[in-house]
């Protein structure tokens, strides 16, 4: 794009929000993954509410970041394919803005649904209402940070066939500390103590991410179209 | 492709040629170095260093665990270096460096690793607890591990190298983040753990030795990254005169 | 017009993995002017529209845009270039109007989207999705940012595949009139143009040869 016309967060953001749209029956895989997932839990540990209760909190963490993370895969490949992520790369313009825009588009669409139906996924598990307000507050900056640091996977499998489940391997160590800290939000809520703190902290990672991610996302990007 | 650049200082740092030659000449010494520091350290350790008060002789392992963890971590921040350098000056050396670091770093992560477990039986019972440390460590296993994954998975060498540098960088900054959330995650659930022995709290009879070992282990570093970037290097350039007149010649040149 | 070309390439080459993908290649664009890159597949062609975009550096020489390499120049050089590759960067799902609002450089009025369509004969498809449109209809809105464009330079890599004779005409037509006020274009195609004075440009495997 050879002006300030498309550069800009805006654009881009709602662009991709109405590709998202465009193809709306994919939004409802990854919350159908987060709910069948769910299901699982007490299928296969015992459907006691006790120790439901217990496990909740990480569990229902640890599958929405599954979710994040099986549709983060192809953020990038359709704009690879068809020759958009070409025309950005000429874009005389800096990419960070563009780039936040999609991951944004890709938080809205995917990373605040499973934010929202959370609270089903609570009741199922039996979370204690203390920790309703606790997941939902993380799990709505949470996620925003998983697409984030997954999206800089994307990016670097980028050109790779069957790069998913590579995906999934470099990701997940980066996920750590934004799961320590999300379950650790309601975790805390539950035990009676402060959260806010965690969920503070919770956010200076999200800003972290904000700030370098993209960085890192357009080198690779970069990488994959030399290929 | 002939190379025009001027010869600076740095420039010539990252010819593969020049690095051959001169390590060749460093390899003796710093060979004789590192099996002295390791002779000296383990066996100080292993015979003559005092018995732990708790622990007994189990604690003896730390003269291989701590300075393979603490390798492991500066291992990974080389290979970042290392990595940056050649996305930066698009330098060959660099990436040789790097793509020795990675598996070294890996190698000395699994045996800190595995020395936790030996050491975690004896003092706790079981092989594995979820220590931050440890856990820290399996982590960072992990992030190696990764960056061995993506470049194994890239047919182009270029690519596999700039692609791997790029997720050690992400890696890099990660890694205090990473450390310090699991550092808070433990005390979160453990408040009252056994630590192992600190630096300042231990006797010092006990962490002479203990800091030879870790000099050593610095050396014992750099002479495996020196081994496998020469044995890179031989293979990148093997088209070169100079290899070819290396390996048909066999003797080295000075 | 001025003397000076607006692109000048210098001992440009490119290898990678041992190949030589482009060999060195020298030739310069003036302005007002037509260069018709013509090579057979493999030649390199690819690999010098990548490289004139910046989205590769060459192993060797220099690309100058307006005497000044792009790589010093680069954010003045990308502002002044248009490209329309192989790849049309169309969206399935997006509706042709869509596709052609975001394409253009500029916001574009309703008057200037119809006007648009009508030149490239999709009148009422504009709130077709692409999806449902053949492969040379959908050359046909890639090419369509062309006719709104003000930038100088347009790099065109098969810009008639898929075309039939009447599309092949508009597109001609375009690139005239870009001509005509002082831009300039390089293109690849396998067919040479008949209403437009080119000057051809031969790439081959060894090096290449001014026609």
């Not at chain 1, 902290?201 to 996302?217: D, G, N, Y």
């Not at chain 2, 870790?214 to 890179?232: D, H, K, N, P, Q």
Request: proline share 5%; with cysteine; aromatic share 10%.
């Amino acid at each position: 794009m050879t002006s300030g016309y498309h550069s800009g967060f805006i654009a881009h953001f709602s662009r991709d929000v109405l590709l998202h749209y465009r193809r709306r029956s994919d939004l409802a895989r990854p919350l159908v993954f987060f709910i069948i997932t769910s299901t699982l839990v007490p299928l296969g540990v015992v459907p006691e509410p006790a120790t439901l209760a217990t496990l909740a909190p990480g569990i229902i963490w640890i599958i929405a970041l599954l979710a994040t993370l099986l549709s983060i895969e192809n953020l990038f490949a359709e704009d690879w394919q068809d020759g958009t992520l070409e025309q950005m790369l000429i874009s005389p313009n800096l990419l960070v803005m563009p780039i936040l825009g999609k991951v944004a588009a890709h938080w809205l669409m995917v990373g605040l649904p499973l934010t929202l139906i959370s609270p089903l996924i609570a009741m199922m598990l039996y979370l204690p209402a203390e920790g309703l307000l606790p997941m939902l507050l993380s799990l709505a900056l949470g996620t925003a940070a998983l697409s984030l640091v997954g999206a800089v996977g994307a990016a670097l499998t980028l050109p790779l066939q069957q790069g998913g489940m590579l995906l999934a391997l470099l990701v997940m160590p980066l996920y750590t500390p934004i799961l320590i800290f999300g379950s650790a939000t309601v975790q805390s809520a539950i035990d009676g103590l402060v959260w806010s703190g965690t969920l503070a902290t919770l956010t200076a990672v999200l800003a972290l991410a904000i700030a370098l991610c993209p960085l890192a996302i357009i080198g690779a990007l970069r990488l994959s179209s030399e290929y | 492709m002939t190379s025009n650049r001027k010869w600076t200082w740095f420039h010539r740092l990252g010819s593969p040629r020049w690095f051959y030659h001169k390590t060749s000449q460093w390899l003796p010494w710093l060979s004789i170095v590192t099996g002295a520091l390791l002779i000296t350290g383990l066996v100080w350790g292993l015979a003559y260093a005092p018995e732990d008060a708790r622990q007994g002789n189990s604690f003896r392992i730390i003269y291989l665990h701590v300075p393979a963890s603490v390798l492991a971590l500066a291992g990974y921040y080389v290979m970042a270096i290392a990595g940056a350098v050649g996305l930066i000056w698009k330098m060959k050396l660099a990436y040789i460096v790097m793509r020795a670091a990675a598996p070294l770093g890996a190698a000395l992560t699994f045996i800190a690793l595995f020395t936790g477990a030996v050491w975690g039986k004896p003092t706790w019972g079981t092989y594995w607890v979820w220590d931050a440390r440890i856990t820290s460590m399996l982590i960072l296993l992990f992030l190696y591990l990764g960056v061995l994954a993506l470049r194994n998975a890239y047919n182009s060498y270029e690519a596999a190298n700039k692609s791997s540098a790029i997720l050690s960088l992400v890696g890099t900054v990660n890694i205090p983040i990473i450390y310090k959330s699991v550092d808070w995650w433990q005390t979160l659930h453990q408040p009252a753990t056994i630590k192992f022995t600190g630096a300042p709290s231990m006797h010092p009879d006990m962490f002479a030795p203990l800091l030879v070992m870790i000099v050593g282990f610095y050396s014992f570093y750099a002479l495996v990254l020196i081994l496998y970037s020469r044995a890179e290097v031989l293979q990148r350039e093997q088209k070169s005169s100079w290899v070819r007149e290396l390996v048909t010649d066999k003797r080295d040149r000075r | 017009m001025s003397a000076e070309p607006i692109i000048t390439v210098e001992s440009l080459a490119f290898e990678r993995n041992h190949r030589l993908l482009l060999a060195p290649t020298d030739f310069s664009l003036e302005t007002g002017e037509a260069l018709h890159i013509q090579g057979s597949n493999g030649s390199g062609k690819t690999t010098l529209f990548r490289l004139l975009m910046g989205l590769l550096q060459p192993t060797q020489g220099e690309i100058s845009f307006r005497g000044q390499s792009i790589a010093q120049c680069r954010h003045s050089y990308l502002s002044e270039l248009l490209f329309v590759g192989h790849r049309a960067a169309i969206k399935e799902t997006l509706t042709v109007e869509e596709n052609l609002r975001w394409l253009s450089p500029n916001p574009l009025s309703p008057e200037q989207v119809r006007a648009a369509l009508s030149q490239v004969e999709l009148d009422n498809y504009a709130d077709i999705p692409c999806r449902q449109l053949s492969a040379g209809q959908r050359r046909r809105v890639a090419l369509a940012r062309l006719i709104n464009s003000k930038v100088k330079l347009w790099y065109l890599d098969e810009p008639l595949a898929a075309l039939d004779k009447q599309g092949i005409a508009v597109v001609e037509q375009c690139m005239q009139s870009h001509l005509q006020v002082g831009g300039s274009i390089i293109f690849s195609s396998h067919q040479d143009l008949a209403q437009t004075a080119t000057r051809n440009y031969n790439l081959t495997a060894e090096g290449s040869a001014r026609d």
